[in-house]
């Protein structure tokens, strides 16, 4: 539809490695983003092999007590902001949002660069880190202990999440004034593809909770430096504005981490049911809802900590409310599929699974906002699996849908679908494994956190980490045969897919400057034919010129 | 402790049995929702397969799109409410205090519980209770947050450094139960466990009385003459320079800025280590700090004798 002329794609236009640290292309900051996201992810990775196999016995065996709690906090930190929270946006977000709205680049994309270096020299501080000895918080970092107990590298590690929030701020704010200014002509609010709406939602949260963060993470340095009493009781602090504050930012943080999984699904989706995305309104102003309510909710990570009953009380109830636009999302994905022409390739696979395994992962999160339950499973086992039901079996499966679904896109290159749908079915199985038994063990008492354990409990970590071994299989494979790809994948078409959305009508790789000419939106999101009988999708077909 | 394989808890506590009904029911609706959505995906996975020659016109109205969207919407809105409730209701009841519970302090550090009974009776790591009778424990921690645990009672509590919490059960069933400490507290966390033994009241009285010693109450009057606090709270009207502690605990006391706060532990403690946060209206502000000269068992002995004086009318 906007053919460009120029046969350069943007991994082409511009050679050598100084072109890729200096570019201000947000497709190629998006790969810099990819390649240094896939880094951390096996860091964590790797910390979690470790404790999962401590944990196959109940005495602490393996590894001492401080490596073992050095190795959880480790990979709580990279998990979270090195590698769930800028997961999708940075990577998917950076790559398609301009391209989805019909701009040639991000508004700011100087800005775009420097917010990566932000991100790596964030990285780098976490990785002196633990090259030095680690740090023993948690991710958490719960004072007193991380503000004057701890003995490890409170400081480095807070230094590093601390810049690389300001990576997350300025990247939502690009992302937002992006949004807000440079859609197509014709590309008005409720023709955007839903995957920019979470975007959006994600930047205003990322803008707004992120700072809260820095300030607090300022707060434990200058107690731990100065001694100045702010949250140790020893010197006429509070323990629990901590938490407060940590919440305050971690809570939204948690949607940070969901809602561009959810826009990657709701693209996924109609594309594979060759439908309009039901109920888009809702879905829209549900992933809205999602962003406002997700800032009041806070204190039910505190319904144990000696806060007040009436906030217990106040903050459940709010909780339960969130809930609500939630459950309206996989209502509307899964009608989507009513009456629909459905086609299962390995984003689909990914889709599928993201939506059971994020309505399981909600419902238990309900049953942990839910007062009286949560005062027997809070900071237990109950809660590990919860929020990896979120982040593991909704978020990454996103990351990796979305990955396939644009790969072609994003690389030119088809990677293999028999892999493709084998490593889908082998995470989905391995994630079930290890995730399922621990809601056992959070019933039956089994805390988080815990080096050591009751023999009682052996049988379900045994399941756990021969689970986490199947899946740690099932995210190496896509490492390598996408990798492969890139070499010896065929050469995709502009549209392998034949999916809607503006990205899909310039070539696989795109060119530089996206749009030669750039195009005046008529058209409604998720423009969908009825499918014709003859229509097949995903297989690679010769480019048209 | 049942060192067997288990797949359910034991449950040990009245308060147990409750939070177990609404366990059953949230598993429900979460099997309920899941299956569902479950089935859904793969009914339509192979009834709408792109193979297959199903009518696929699909044009709903608005009316209908909206009524769809509501259902969907205000069907779990009224679900969640239910459960905010249920789950409420389960909560405030273990915020009330309890009548005439048995008083047990709490005192935790890295890495160990250290507990105390009223008559005086002390154990590390270990927690004798009797059944039948609430129990509350007031607990507060030397160093970092701690969370005492108790799988059985399904309940546990966080123990904060500077500020006394509470949390109480009644056990039902005799037996040894674990404790663990559930809030992450640093290098031999997954050390700081402990047994719960739940026994019969006879049983209990013997244990409790087998090492004969001074109450924690009469420890704490012992404290209270040694720190010469007497000096200044006298009980004889109208020569105080400080308030009676006589019927004081408990009691509504009215501050100089006008409030007025119930006397409970937190409150004695807080005005012997910072007295003059909230002071006693209608007296002066000169007492002087005791932050330092207290261990944290003494400071709850004197909350305990304290107690002790709670019905005693003041002359």
């Known amino acids: 539809m906007f053919k460009v002329t120029d046969q350069k794609s943007y991994l082409n236009a511009e050679e050598g490695i100084g072109s890729w640290l200096l570019t201000t292309d947000h497709k190629r900051i998006a790969i810099l983003y990819m390649v240094s996201l896939t880094f951390f992810f096996f860091i964590g990775g790797m910390a979690a092999v470790l404790f999962r196999l401590e944990l196959f016995t109940p005495e602490g065996d393996l590894l001492s007590a401080d490596s073992y709690n050095k190795l959880f906090s480790l990979h709580g930190i990279v998990m979270v902001w090195f590698f769930l929270i800028p997961s999708i946006p940075t990577v998917l977000g950076n790559f398609l949002v301009p391209l989805m709205i019909g701009a040639r680049d991000l508004a700011f994309p100087r800005l775009n660069l420097f917010s990566w270096y932000l991100f790596m020299a964030g990285g780098l501080f976490t990785l002196t880190m633990i090259v030095v000895g680690g740090v023993d918080t948690g991710w958490t970092f719960y004072t007193p202990y991380s503000s004057t107990y701890a003995n490890t590298f409170v400081i480095l590690a807070a230094t590093g999440i601390f810049i690389s929030g300001f990576s997350s701020i300025v990247t939502g704010l690009n992302f937002m004034v992006t949004v807000h200014l440079f859609r197509a002509p014709g590309m008005h609010w409720f023709r955007l593809p839903m995957f920019v709406w979470t975007i959006y939602a994600t930047s205003l949260i990322m803008v707004l909770a992120t700072p809260v963060l820095a300030v607090t993470l300022l707060l434990v340095a200058t107690e731990r430096i100065f001694g100045v009493g702010i949250f140790d009781p020893a010197i006429g602090g509070d323990p629990l504005l901590f938490q407060h504050l940590f919440w305050f930012y971690s809570h939204p943080a948690v949607y940070i981490m969901i809602l561009p999984g959810m826009g990657v699904i709701s693209e996924i989706v109609p594309c594979f049911t060759r439908k309009r995305l039901y109920g888009y309104r809702f879905i829209a102003m549900a992933t809205m809802a999602i962003a406002v309510l997700g800032f009041l909710v806070w204190g039910h990570h505190m319904f144990v900590s000696g806060q007040s009953m009436y906030a217990g009380l106040l903050f459940s109830f709010l909780s339960m409310l969130v809930a609500v636009p939630s459950a309206v999302k996989v209502f509307n994905w899964t009608a989507t599929l009513y009456k629909g022409t459905i086609f299962l390739k390995t984003p689909m696979l990914y889709a599928l699974g993201f939506i059971g395994l994020f309505t399981f992962g909600g419902l238990t999160g309900i049953s942990l906002a839910t007062l009286g339950f949560d005062m027997h499973v809070h900071d237990t086992y109950f809660v590990v699996a919860h929020f990896h039901y979120i982040m593991v079996g909704g978020m990454i499966m996103a990351y990796l849908g979305g990955l396939h679904f644009w790969w072609p896109k994003m690389t030119g290159r088809t990677y293999s679908e028999w892999w493709g749908r084998i490593s889908a079915l082998i995470v989905f199985g391995g994630f079930n494994m290890t995730f399922f038994p621990q809601f056992v063990l959070g019933y039956l008492g089994n805390p988080r956190r815990y080096h050591s354990y009751p023999d009682e409990f052996q049988v379900f970590h045994v399941m756990s980490s021969l689970g986490a071994s199947i899946l740690g299989v099932g995210y190496l494979l896509p490492l390598v045969y996408l990798l492969w790809s890139l070499k010896f994948g065929g050469r995709s078409s502009h549209n392998p897919w034949q999916a809607a959305g503006m990205e899909w009508d310039v070539p696989s790789p795109p060119p530089k400057h996206n749009f030669d000419l750039v195009p005046t939106v008529d058209w409604p999101a998720y423009d969908y034919a009825p499918a014709h009988k003859e229509l097949t999708i995903g297989e690679g077909e010769p480019e048209p010129h | ?315």
């Open chain 2, 1 to 315: 402790m049942n060192q067997s394989f288990q797949f359910f808890p034991e449950a040990a506590s009245r308060g147990a049995v409750e939070v177990d009904y609404l366990s059953f029911a949230l598993l429900a609706i979460c099997l309920f929702f899941t299956i569902g959505i479950f089935a859904a995906i793969l009914v339509f996975g192979f009834r709408y397969w792109h193979t297959r020659e199903v009518d696929r016109q699909f044009s709903p109205s608005r009316r209908m799109h909206w009524i769809v969207e509501l259902t969907w919407s205000l069907g779990p809105l009224a679900i969640l409410i239910a459960l905010f409730i249920w789950g409420a209701v389960v909560y405030v009841r273990i915020h009330r205090p309890p009548d005439n519970p048995l008083e047990v302090n709490v005192v935790a550090k890295q890495w160990m519980w250290k507990i105390a009974h009223p008559n005086g009776r002390r154990e590390i790591n270990s927690l004798h209770v009797p059944t039948g009778r609430p129990v509350r424990l007031t607990m507060i921690s030397e160093d970092v947050i701690h969370s005492f645990f108790v799988p059985a009672f399904r309940a546990k509590q966080d123990v904060l450094p500077g500020r006394y919490t509470t949390i109480w059960w009644e056990p039902t069933k005799p037996g040894r139960y674990r404790l663990f400490c559930a809030e992450y507290c640093g290098t031999s966390h997954s050390q700081m466990i402990g047994e719960i033994v739940v026994q019969s009241p006879e049983d209990y009285s013997q244990w409790a009385a087998a090492e004969p010693s001074q109450t924690l109450s009469e420890r704490g009057q012992r404290h209270v003459k040694q720190l010469g606090c007497l000096k200044c709270h006298r009980a004889v009207a109208g020569t105080q320079t400080g308030p009676s502690l006589t019927g004081m605990y408990g009691s509504s006391i009215p501050l100089s800025d006008g409030t007025t706060i119930i006397a409970d532990a937190d409150y004695v403690r807080q005005s012997i280590i910072e007295p003059m946060k909230k002071v006693h209206d209608g007296f002066k502000p000169t007492m002087p700090s005791y932050a330092g000269q207290i261990e944290s068992e003494a400071l709850l002995e004197i909350v305990a004798y304290l107690r002790s004086l709670e019905d005693v009318q003041g002359d």
